[in-house]
């Protein structure tokens, strides 16, 4: 599994045609990335970048380490060695500015139910310092890119799956950051709030230039949304590259991104994870569903 | 340099207000948990305090026992309330809300010491039923300005330092379960050992000593010198104040440095 085109490649030294086409700036660049829990390494040696404005999508099975990856890239969880900066500044030097720099949809639900839309968003441009006289017309953009302006002053624990997870997209880009980490953004919902969720995605990015740097599990939302998939097994970059690239990586004929996953991504079942993992991913699932 | 500082000194204390707007905004929406809390401080009062003041095993010196169980009452209730808050802190964590917010730039002190302090405001309640009975039973209170100022302040501090103290524990042992288990061991524990319904003199010496270095005995002195008319204090309000603030402050740091661990 090794000896493949786009596999085990350090995208800088050895940089792939595709990425010599475009005029590319990197916005979160990863290098050497590990994270160790005891004897258990969650995250191994990981190297790659993302471009800013691309919609780069990481996928792998269940404790592959995506989610790991993400928590260390947002500042949750200190790597246990290895470098990655986000938006220009290093995850282990400088996690103030790369917070200012960022925003986060948790997999879990991060709204609060026992406070209105309006609240919710209103609280974190505070704690994002948005100036207090541009605060309410900030909010009510926000809540009309995601189409809850006629929900903004209802209390969130009565707004569906998908409308919660609208409003966390709202209230993690309020401060306009430049890389938006999102968590297996559309778990648990059904195909129409999937769409929407994903409309406002492209709306965000398209208006903002926001980078989208998110986990699946699904993977007919990489192939229809991601300009880029990274595959993690084990802890390690399997592969990395365009849709067409990685179909084109296993060979002649027709290939989907299912036979790409599997070929990359293993038939056995990772290691990590563990129980807390699949308790978040099952109950934000019934919170959601 | 001195500029630097002033500012994240006032973004500090921006933000902790912030944090505590945050939780006082659920309250207005649902202030159920308000009324539920009114009914345990009336139990202890009406029940426990009558039956002791008329047994006549207490001697609490110059002061009826009915008056020297209330500002206890009332510190107890606020103990209770704050040492439980630490659920909250796993609920949140259970949620993504905990990792939402240490992913954005607040200080983690200001989220800490936020959090506590709408513990605080939400305990006021507290004081506002013992109040009610105390005048019911008859209880002499001091309702002069400075000493409505001094209960005020210390409730607030006291719920604040036994919240803080309550999310240090739920980073620490992460789960609800475990978390109701050792929220048990402890408030009980505090509360006896210290001068609640009790005056420490009629301790014997070991758990006198015990009182003597639980911050509730301060809260309590504090409270029974500023609510009641004539009361002395044993200790100095000056001293209570020190020991109260001096263990938040602590309390607060070492909750900074751990509840980044909740994000994880």
């Not at chain 2, 207490?58 to 209770?80: C, E, K, R, W």
Request: proline residues 4%; hydrophobic residues 45%; contains cysteine.
């Amino acid at each position: 599994m090794s000896a493949n085109i786009v596999c085990n490649c350090d995208p800088r030294k050895d940089p792939h045609p595709a990425y010599n086409l475009a005029v590319t700036t990197p916005v979160v660049e990863i290098d050497n990335l590990s994270r160790r829990f005891g004897e258990f390494t969650a995250v191994d040696s990981l190297t790659l970048e993302a471009n800013a404005g691309e919609v780069f999508g990481l996928l792998g099975s269940n404790g592959a380490g995506k989610s790991t990856t993400i928590k260390m890239l947002t500042t949750l969880l200190p790597p246990s060695s290895g470098e990655a900066r986000v938006g220009g500044f290093s995850i282990t030097t400088q996690p103030v500015e790369v917070r200012r720099a960022i925003g986060y949809v948790p997999q879990a639900v991060s709204v609060d139910g026992s406070l209105t839309g309006y609240e919710n968003l209103l609280i974190f441009s505070k704690l994002y310092d948005i100036p207090h006289r541009e605060q309410e017309a900030r909010i009510r953009e926000q809540l009309n890119l995601v189409d809850l302006s006629r929900e903004a002053d209802r209390l969130v624990n009565q707004y569906s799956g998908g409308m919660v997870r609208r409003l966390e997209i709202a209230q993690s880009t309020l401060h306009r950051p430049r890389v938006l980490f999102l968590d297996e953004p559309t778990v648990g919902l059904d195909p129409i709030a999937r769409d929407a969720v994903w409309k406002h995605l492209i709306d965000l990015k398209n208006n903002y230039g926001t980078t989208l740097f998110l986990t699946t599990h699904y993977l007919e939302d990489a192939e229809s949304h991601c300009d880029r998939i990274a595959i993690m097994h084990m802890g390690k970059l399997a592969a990395l590259g365009t849709l067409k690239e990685l179909e084109v990586s296993l060979g002649s004929g027709d290939h989907t991104l299912d036979e790409v996953f599997v070929y990359y991504a293993g038939t056995t079942l990772d290691p990590g994870g563990g129980f807390r993992d699949v308790s978040i991913e099952r109950t934000t699932e019934q919170r959601l569903g | 340099m001195t500029d630097t500082f002033i500012h994240s000194l006032t973004g500090f204390i921006n933000k902790t207000f912030v944090i505590t707007e945050f939780e006082l905004r659920k309250l207005r929406h649902d202030f159920t948990e308000l009324i539920t809390r009114a009914l345990q401080p009336a139990l202890w009062l009406l029940i426990f305090g009558q039956v002791f003041a008329r047994s006549g095993m207490m001697h609490t010196g110059n002061i009826p026992y009915l008056d020297f169980i209330a500002p206890g009452i009332l510190a107890q209730s606020v103990l209770f309330v704050a040492i439980f808050y630490g659920i909250n802190v796993i609920w949140e964590r259970d949620l993504g809300i905990v990792q939402k917010f240490l992913v954005s730039p607040t200080p983690r002190a200001a989220l800490v010491l936020g959090k506590g302090f709408s513990a605080g405001i939400r305990t006021l309640s507290q004081a506002i039923v013992v109040y009610g009975l105390s005048l019911l039973l008859g209880v002499k209170l001091d309702w002069s300005p400075l000493a409505l100022l001094n209960v005020f302040v210390v409730v607030v501090l006291a719920a604040t330092l036994f919240s803080t103290f309550s999310l240090i524990i739920a980073c620490i042992v992460k789960t609800r379960e475990r978390f109701m288990g050792v929220g048990q061991v402890l408030t009980m524990p505090l509360f006896f050992a210290s001068n609640a319904i009790y005056p420490t003199t009629i301790m014997p010496a070991w758990l006198r000593v015990i009182s003597h270095l639980n911050p509730l005995t301060y809260v309590v002195d504090a409270l029974r010198t500023s609510m009641l008319a004539g009361s002395t204090s044993v200790f100095g309000l000056g001293i209570d104040y020190a020991v109260i603030l001096t263990t938040t402050i602590v309390l607060v740091l070492i909750g900074a440095r751990l509840y980044p661990q909740l994000g994880v």
